[in-house]
T-cell receptor, first 106, second 115 residues
């Protein structure tokens, strides 16, 4: 069962904030986030683990709510380079959500 | 460190033919997974291999198969190609099986067009 992402798409102006949600129908103990720019391969953003551990390498924050079986990705003060499609994956299931297309305009 | 390498980058085949795609993971990575990506369909999981064994499989017909060699390189085969198989096929490698806490590293993909 793949996770459910929302919204499907969002358009922002530079400097605005966005939140992307990822929900699972099963108990959640880890979430992966990836970004894919047009014509490129998906790139790892971060992993959130049950217990609060977070592994990532970009200045993007995320939350992990075990009770709600949900993770949220926070993009603050968005830049043009944030544009792309964001995917989440849950637990050790190799399946991803359908993606959220984020467009940042000047 | 070299990234994940997929060959070929582009492929054009005719309906009914078969095709083999190749993926070389990052050195030291033993898990290789395959995804199909079509416009509007996101990343559809095909299968995952670890130590030459298929560990996980998506909901694709038996025409889609794969294997992994002792050096962790992997191949994916699609037989009796259909028009709907036209897609970008992505391969990803990771250190551990089913990537619970290990990131996936994707290759640039093979663009397959079936005519």
């Amino acid at each position: 069962q793949q996770p459910v992402q929302s919204p499907q798409a969002v358009i922002l102006r530079e400097g605005e904030d966005a939140v992307i949600n990822c929900s699972s129908s099963k108990a959640l103990y880890s979430v992966h986030w990836y970004r894919q720019k047009h014509g490129e391969a998906p790139v790892f953003l971060m992993i959130l683990l049950k217990g609060g551990e977070q592994k990532g390498h970009e200045k993007i924050s995320a939350s992990f709510n075990e009770k709600k079986q949900q993770s949220s990705l926070y993009l603050t003060a968005s830049q043009l380079s944030y544009s792309g499609t964001y995917f989440c994956g849950a637990n050790n299931d190799m399946r991803f959500g359908a993606g959220t297309r984020l467009t940042v305009k000047p | 460190k070299a990234g994940v390498t997929q060959t070929p980058r582009y492929l054009i085949k005719t309906r009914g033919q078969q095709v083999t795609l190749s993926c070389s993971p990052i050195s030291g990575h033993r898990s290789v997974s395959w995804y199909q990506q079509t416009p509007g369909q996101g990343l559809q999981f095909l299968f995952e291999y670890f130590s030459e064994t298929q560990r996980n499989k998506g909901n694709f017909p038996g025409r889609f198969s794969g294997r992994q060699f002792s050096n962790s390189r992997s191949e994916m085969n699609v037989s009796t190609l259909e028009l709907g198989d036209s897609a970008l096929y992505l391969c990803a490698s990771s250190l551990r099986v089913s990537s619970y806490n290990s990131p996936l590293h994707f290759g640039n993909g093979t663009r397959l067009t079936v005519t």
